[in-house]
């Protein structure tokens, strides 16, 4: 899907509630324009050259309506690749799976089911096929197996860009006294804003560090990914409320900043092995 559009006032599209049913696999390459979507418990936020992997497993479960935001007197130039499986990734990284983040390997073999989202800076060797794709100089077949060619390469070049990161959190860093300090500021923003967490570009702009120091370092210093650190957090709020009796299950998810009730439950049950109403009515957690 190529989107290329200019809107004289900011755009919201009001999605209506419904159900999930389909995992959603989408590869976002963005060169131009901000955008925003509240779809997730995380909300994506992206503006300049940036892209994205985007997994949306189904809970099975209804999901709120949710707004997507374009914003006015910018010029949107985007490509987005939707997937209908994993069986499309599957079929040909086998060979490199392990070379992966752990994550997106077991979303790839089926055995997850945690929404993951991964973001970063467009590279230069993505922005040859997004031009050849935007200008394809087919038609009829030929521009359909070409599209289809350039679509694969630039999943390619985003799981390589994976790799790359990967292999980078990987290695050791020295973390400067200063950068500790940011890491653990990111940490208090990500906290203090659990309800509408920033995305992790606009996290490392915050705290004034770079992205994949941000991630190598989180790790670091407290042993987790950055949304995994959050993700703890919520949960661990929301344990507490449950236990406390004295609100219900949806109010807890919405404290927790879930605008999804059944995320929240699918994620409190991932978590603790109980559901959240079932951790209310008093049955006990095992850690």
Same mark, same amino acid.
């Given at each position: 899907m190529i989107i290329n559009q200019k809107y004289h006032d900011n755009l919201q599209i009001v999605f209506e509630a419904g159900q999930d049913e389909f995992e959603g696999i989408e590869f976002g390459f963005n060169l131009s324009g901000s955008y925003s979507s509240n779809?997730?418990? !995380?909300?994506?936020?992206? =503006?300049?050259?940036?892209?994205?992997? /985007?997994w949306d497993f189904p809970s099975g479960q209804d999901y709120d309506a949710f707004v997507d935001t374009w914003f006015r007197n910018?010029?949107?130039?985007?490509?987005?690749?939707h997937l209908k499986s994993s069986e499309v990734l599957n $079929?040909?990284?086998?060979r490199v799976n392990q070379e992966l983040p752990l994550d997106l390997i077991k979303l790839i073999e089926g055995k997850g089911q945690e929404t993951y989202i991964e973001n970063n800076q467009l590279t230069t060797a993505m922005i040859?096929?997004? /031009? /050849?794709? *935007?200008?394809?100089?087919?038609?009829?077949i030929t521009k359909q197996i070409y599209l289809e060619a350039k679509c694969l390469e630039l999943i390619a070049l985003k799981l390589e860009q994976l790799i790359k990161i990967k292999n980078a959190s990987i290695? =050791?860093?020295?973390?400067?006294?200063?950068? *500790?300090?940011k890491i653990r500021h990111a940490r208090d923003i990500l906290i203090f804003q659990q309800e509408n967490p920033p995305s992790l570009l606009h996290l490392a702009r915050q705290v004034g560090i770079n992205d994949n120091k941000l991630k190598i370092g989180f790790r670091e210093?407290?042993?987790?990914?950055? !949304?995994?650190?959050?993700h703890n957090h919520r949960m661990e709020i929301a344990r507490q409320l449950l236990q406390d009796g004295k609100m219900r299950v949806a109010a807890v998810a919405n404290a927790v900043g879930y605008a999804n009730p059944?995320?929240? #439950? #699918?994620?409190?049950?991932?978590?603790?092995g109980v559901s959240? $109403?079932?951790?209310?009515?008093g049955k006990k957690i095992f850690e």
């Open positions: 779809r997730l418990d !995380f909300p994506y936020k992206t =503006s300049g050259r940036e892209n994205f992997l /985007q910018e010029h949107f130039l985007k490509v987005d690749i $079929s040909f990284v086998r040859l096929p997004l /031009q /050849q794709i *935007i200008n394809c100089p087919f038609q009829g290695e =050791s860093i020295t973390l400067k006294p200063k950068d *500790i300090e210093v407290f042993g987790t990914t950055v !949304f995994g650190y959050l059944g995320h929240f #439950a #699918a994620g409190f049950k991932r978590k603790f959240p $109403s079932e951790c209310k009515a």
